[in-house]
């Protein structure tokens, strides 16, 4: 295997600074983008931003680790199937780069100043960085496996409820109306009247990167793709969650329904989510 470091540059250092890099001119843009464009749905929603934070990240890696594999959302056709099989072609490759260069498009698009950039690496289908940054915040969520998770230099650790009752707990709602949509909402009406209250902020990246922090109890979304869930379920584990999908299973690259913990009301929150599935 290539070496873990170039020419004096990390895997986690060029992560880092794609991270920061395309934070940075992603900000500079709120409020300020020229074209909007629609995807899968009409919900489904993309800017000339997204297009070029990608293509600034895509062109730093290739330009430290050429040999490496890159798989970010906007060079994928949209829809699920098209992303599952693009995933597909990838996943084995012995370094792959899987990038969310806006984490939060439609927040961006309304000025709302919740999203993120989310970059990670995986080595053999085995994630082994993952960066989340929120430039409105310049917060900074890193983790390197075996190494733990930091947000602006600090360790970080889940938080401590033990129960459902005492969770805060977030979820997201898919531009996919067809099947991911309604088998949330009714993840959500099963969820909402057990849990001390229910968050919905827009990133999912940010969502696994404030559960990583304790700032959230959990996060579960049905119907997401790798490049929305990679980095942030590194950070979780490396702060001491659980990231499974919403049956329980353990977390991989595939992953598209996702139920992430502090670990202590996994199981609680498992049950309540397999219920509402089974109802659906
Ligand atoms: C979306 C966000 C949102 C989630 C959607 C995602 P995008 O990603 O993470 O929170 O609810 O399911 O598609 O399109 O803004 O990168
Ligand atoms: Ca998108
Ligand atoms: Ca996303
Ligand atoms: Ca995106």
Same mark, same amino acid.
């Given at each position: /295997?290539?070496?873990?470091?170039?020419?004096?540059?990390?895997?986690?250092?060029?992560?880092?600074?794609?991270?920061?890099?395309? %934070?940075?001119?992603?900000?500079?843009?709120?409020?300020?983008?020229?074209? +909007?464009?629609?995807?899968?749905?009409?919900?489904?929603?993309?800017?000339?931003?997204?297009?070029?934070?990608?293509? +600034?990240?895509?062109?730093?890696?290739?330009?430290?680790? /050429?040999?490496?594999?890159?798989?970010?959302?906007?060079?994928?056709?949209?829809?699920?199937?098209?992303?599952?099989?693009?995933?597909?072609?990838?996943?084995?490759?012995?370094?792959?780069?899987?990038?969310?260069? *806006?984490?939060?498009?439609?927040?961006?698009?309304?000025?709302? $100043?919740?999203?993120?950039? !989310?970059?990670?690496?995986?080595?053999?289908?085995? *994630?082994?960085?993952?960066?989340?940054?929120? $430039?409105?915040?310049?917060?900074?969520?890193?983790?390197?496996? %075996?190494?733990?998770?930091?947000?602006?230099?600090?360790?970080?650790?889940?938080?401590?409820?033990?129960?459902?009752?005492?969770? +805060?707990?977030?979820?997201?709602?898919?531009?996919?109306?067809?099947?991911?949509? $309604?088998?949330?909402?009714?993840?959500?009406?099963?969820?909402? /009247?057990?849990?001390?209250?229910?968050? !919905?902020?827009? !990133?999912?990246?940010?969502?696994?990167?404030?559960?990583?922090?304790?700032?959230?109890?959990?996060?579960?979304?049905?119907?997401?793709? !790798?490049?929305?869930?990679?980095?942030?379920?590194?950070?979780?584990?490396?702060?001491?969650?659980?990231?499974?999908?919403?049956?329980?299973?353990?977390?991989?690259?595939?992953?598209?329904?996702?139920?992430?913990?502090?670990?202590?009301?996994?199981?609680?929150?498992?049950?309540?989510?397999?219920?509402?599935?089974?109802?659906?």
């Amino acid at each position: /295997p290539q070496a873990a470091v170039i020419g004096g540059k990390s895997f986690t250092a060029v992560a880092i600074n794609c991270a920061a890099k395309a %934070g940075e001119w992603i900000k500079t843009k709120l409020g300020n983008y020229s074209r +909007l464009d629609i995807k899968y749905s009409p919900q489904d929603l993309v800017t000339e931003v997204d297009k070029g934070s990608e293509k +600034l990240i895509r062109s730093l890696i290739l330009t430290h680790f /050429p040999h490496h594999s890159f798989l970010g959302e906007e060079g994928v056709e949209p829809g699920p199937a098209a992303s599952a099989k693009a995933l597909e072609d990838v996943k084995d490759a012995e370094y792959l780069w899987i990038v969310d260069p *806006v984490d939060g498009t439609t927040n961006f698009v309304h000025g709302f $100043p919740f999203f993120s950039v !989310s970059i990670a690496l995986a080595h053999r289908g085995e *994630v082994i960085v993952g960066v989340v940054y929120d $430039p409105m915040r310049d917060e900074l969520f890193l983790a390197e496996r %075996g190494k733990g998770a930091y947000v602006h230099g600090k360790r970080m650790s889940v938080s401590g409820e033990e129960t459902l009752a005492s969770s +805060l707990i977030a979820t997201g709602f898919s531009a996919d109306q067809q099947y991911a949509l $309604p088998l949330n909402m009714k993840g959500l009406q099963a969820l909402a /009247p057990q849990v001390r209250n229910i968050r !919905s902020g827009g !990133s999912a990246a940010l969502h696994m990167a404030y559960t990583a922090a304790g700032r959230l109890t959990g996060f579960w979304e049905i119907g997401l793709n !790798s490049w929305d869930l990679a980095a942030g379920a590194l950070l979780i584990q490396e702060s001491g969650g659980v990231v499974t999908d919403t049956n329980g299973n353990p977390y991989h690259l595939g992953v598209r329904n996702v139920a992430a913990s502090n670990g202590k009301i996994h199981d609680e929150f498992i049950g309540a989510l397999k219920q509402a599935e089974a109802q659906a």
